[in-house]
C-alpha cells in the first residue's frame, strides 16, 4: 500500500491564481482530512470529509474547499490565493473501529504565494 | 473552541535522562493523540488514548491521559539522540482535531 499520497510535493503561486492540492488513499479509509500547518505551528484543521460526498468545516475553512466524490481522494481547492495561505499543507486519513481511530498523514504540500 | 497546551515548547535534555512532556486541555474530548515530527517530514502517530487511566508504551516512550485534569504527559525514559524530534499532542471532539504548538526536544550526547 502506498497510504497517502499527495500531490504536488511543492508549489509557488501568485496572489490570486487558483489551484488544487490533490490527495489519495489506498487504506479504504472513510475519513479523511485537510490541515495546515505554519512555521513553528501546530496543524489546523480545515475540512474533513467522513465518507464519498460529506464533508464539513475545521476550525479554519475560509479561502478553501473540498470535495469528495470517491473513497479514495479529497482535493482541496484554494480559489484566490492570498500570502496568508503560504504554509505546509497535509493530508490525513482514518478508520474509525480499527487501529484505534489512528490517524495516517501524508507527505505534505509545502505551497508559498508571493 | 477546544485549546490545546504543550509544555515545555523547547526541551534540551542529556542522553540517558528521564523526562516528561505535559499537553493541557480545555474542554471535553473524545480521544488524545500523541505525533513525532521530524525536520521537514510529515506526522508519525506514537499513541491514540481513548479513556481515563490510559496508558501506552513503545519503547523509551510512556504516553498517558487523565481526563478529569484534561491533562496527558508523554514520558521519555533513558533518551537516546534518535528521539530528537517535534512532540505533537492533539485533542479530538467528535470529527474535531486540535493541535498543541509543539514541543521541539534535542537529546544531546
Known amino acids: 500500500n502506498a497510504g497517502v499520497t499527495q500531490t504536488p510535493k511543492f508549489r509557488i503561486l501568485k496572489i490570486g491564481q487558483s489551484m488544487t492540492l490533490q490527495c489519495t488513499q489506498d487504506m479504504n479509509h472513510n475519513y479523511m482530512y485537510w490541515y495546515r500547518q505554519d512555521p513553528g505551528m501546530g496543524l489546523k484543521l480545515i475540512y474533513y470529509s467522513v465518507g464519498a460526498g460529506i464533508t464539513d468545516k475545521g476550525e479554519v475553512p475560509n479561502g478553501y474547499n473540498v470535495s469528495r466524490s470517491t473513497t479514495e481522494d479529497f482535493p482541496l481547492r484554494l480559489e484566490l490565493a492570498a500570502p496568508s495561505q503560504t504554509s505546509v499543507y497535509f493530508c490525513?486519513?482514518?478508520?474509525?473501529?480499527?487501529?484505534?481511530?489512528?490517524?495516517?498523514f501524508g507527505p505534505g504540500t509545502r505551497l508559498t504565494v508571493t | 473552541e477546544l485549546k490545546v497546551e504543550q509544555n515545555p515548547l523547547f526541551l534540551s535534555m542529556q542522553e540517558g535522562k528521564n523526562y516528561t512532556i505535559y499537553c493541557n486541555y480545555s474542554?471535553?474530548?473524545?480521544?488524545l493523540y500523541w505525533y513525532r515530527q521530524d525536520p521537514g517530514k510529515s506526522l508519525e502517530s506514537l499513541f491514540v488514548?481513548?479513556?481515563?487511566?490510559a496508558v501506552k508504551q513503545e519503547g523509551r516512550l510512556m504516553a498517558s491521559l487523565d481526563t478529569k485534569a484534561r491533562l496527558s504527559t508523554l514520558h521519555i525514559t533513558a533518551a537516546v539522540h534518535d528521539l530528537s524530534a517535534t512532540y505533537f499532542c492533539a485533542s479530538a471532539a467528535g470529527n474535531q482535531f486540535y493541535f498543541g504548538t509543539g514541543t521541539s526536544l534535542t537529546v544531546i550526547p
Open positions: 490525513a486519513s482514518s478508520q474509525r473501529g480499527r487501529r484505534s481511530y489512528e490517524q495516517y
Open positions: 474542554t471535553t474530548s473524545d480521544r
Open positions: 488514548l481513548l479513556s481515563n487511566g
